[in-house]
């Protein structure tokens, strides 16, 4: 890849990060800030649209997630990490595009209505949960980013992204605004231990600062294959949790095929299976551990880099509002007056 894209991602801090955003999107962010210039937004406003009740809850978390950016490498000189809900420019873009949005359209949002009946809202929607999607947009078009990685349920918000920006362009009659593209992720979705999607408040994920107690526990109790009963017995390798782990940090795949070939035919155990998994999660997480805790001891340092990104953030998302405020909606100070 011989062009220099503009990259945006981000994460709620609900909690902290755990192996799957690290399967699925720390490493891919770690090997994009080489050759591109990328910025990570802590999504704290959005993490409020569905934890209106509990702000104290968003902000700790705040900290945890920068501090997992920073143990598994992403590097600051390379990186701008920056908070959201300091960033003015993108509340204005998102108020402006939501003139430019639907209703039934934000309603249609395959990912949202999943998201909207796994939380129970029913008929009790915040509305500032349905229109997430549209403060997404304002996130990804304030920094005029190209490439956005993501996990694939998120595709349905680039393109929600991509219909807004052609609306802003054809208001201003010029290309104030790049379209994006999603960058997914080649790692299939890690499960939680269960098997269930992995998330930080279900407690089926294995966070990043993980002790060994914690992984040994985690793996042991990884779902399986219920039919696999003796360890002679034939088993399935298909959702089979130990299985998704060892596809996403194995770095040795004959041995893992080799694995798989044995577990299918029988004679080989859950045991054995789940021993190398510990000391394979073990070897990746112990030195984000390590990292982490040294930098949990000067938390001073981790508010420094956020302010400091945050700042650069301020300018480039500042400029962008500004043009679109003018050229897309007419809103020129003087005119105004
Ligand atoms: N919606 C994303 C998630 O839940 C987080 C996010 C917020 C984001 N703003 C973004 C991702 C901008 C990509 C680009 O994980």
């Known amino acids: 890849m011989s062009v220099i894209h503009t990259i945006l991602t981000g994460d709620r801090p609900t909690g902290p990060l755990h192996l799957g955003h690290?399967?699925?999107?720390?490493?891919?962010?770690?090997?994009?800030?080489?050759?591109?210039?990328?910025?990570?937004?802590?999504?704290?406003?959005?993490?409020?649209?569905?934890?209106?009740?509990?702000?104290?809850?968003?902000?700790?978390?705040?900290?945890?997630?920068?501090?997992?950016?920073?143990?598994?490498?992403?590097?600051t000189d390379r990186t701008t990490i920056a908070l959201q809900s300091q960033l003015p420019a993108l509340a204005d873009l998102a108020t402006l595009y939501m003139n430019?949005?639907?209703?039934?359209?934000?309603?249609?949002?395959?990912?949202?209505?999943?998201?909207?009946?796994?939380?129970?809202?029913?008929?009790?929607?915040?509305?500032?949960?349905?229109?997430?999607?549209?403060?997404?947009?304002?996130?990804?078009?304030?920094f005029r980013a190209t490439l956005v990685p993501?996990?694939?349920?998120?595709?349905?918000?680039?393109?929600?992204?991509?219909?807004?920006v052609r609306r802003v362009n054809r208001l201003a009659n010029a290309d104030v605004l790049p379209e994006c593209e999603a960058l997914l992720s080649r790692t299939p979705?890690?499960?939680?231990?269960?098997?269930?999607?992995?998330?930080?408040?279900?407690?089926?994920?294995?966070?990043?600062?993980?002790?060994?107690?914690?992984?040994?526990?985690?793996?042991?109790?990884?779902?399986?294959?219920?039919?696999?009963?003796?360890?002679?017995?034939?088993?399935?390798?298909?959702?089979?949790?130990?299985?998704?782990?060892?596809?996403?940090?194995?770095?040795?795949?004959?041995?893992?095929?080799?694995?798989?070939?044995?577990?299918?035919?029988?004679?080989?155990?859950d045991m054995v299976l789940k021993r190398r998994l510990i000391d394979l999660l073990e070897h990746h997480i112990a030195p984000i551990r390590a990292q982490r805790a040294a930098l949990a001891q000067d938390l001073g340092y981790v508010r420094t880099i956020i302010e400091r990104g945050t700042a650069i953030a301020r300018g480039i998302t500042d400029e962008t509002a500004g043009e679109v405020r003018r050229r897309a909606f007419s809103l020129d100070p003087i005119a105004a007056a």
């Not at 430019?100 to 029913?122: D, H, M, S």
């Not at 993501?150 to 807004?164: A, K, L």
């Not at 098997?195 to 994920?205: E, H, I, L, T």
């Open 189 to 269: 979705r890690l499960p939680g231990v269960d098997g269930r999607k992995a998330s930080k408040s279900a407690g089926n994920a294995i966070a990043l600062g993980a002790t060994p107690d914690e992984i040994t526990a985690a793996v042991n109790t990884m779902y399986t294959d219920p039919g696999h009963v003796r360890a002679s017995d034939p088993g399935r390798v298909e959702g089979n949790v130990v299985f998704a782990y060892l596809d996403a940090f194995d770095a040795d795949a004959m041995a893992v095929a080799e694995l798989k070939a044995r577990y299918r035919h029988g004679g080989l155990g």
């Open 100 to 142: 430019l949005v639907t209703v039934a359209r934000l309603e249609r949002n395959p990912t949202v209505k999943a998201e909207i009946e796994q939380r129970g809202f029913a008929r009790d929607i915040p509305a500032g949960f349905l229109c997430y999607p549209v403060s997404q947009a304002a996130d990804i078009t304030a």
């Open 22 to 75: 690290y399967a699925g999107s720390l490493r891919s962010r770690i090997a994009l800030q080489g050759e591109h210039r990328q910025t990570l937004l802590i999504a704290d406003l959005q993490a409020l649209t569905d934890n209106a009740g509990r702000p104290a809850h968003v902000a700790t978390n705040v900290l945890e997630v920068a501090l997992d950016y920073l143990a598994v490498g992403i590097d």
């Open 150 to 164: 993501v996990g694939d349920d998120q595709v349905p918000m680039i393109e929600q992204t991509n219909e807004i």
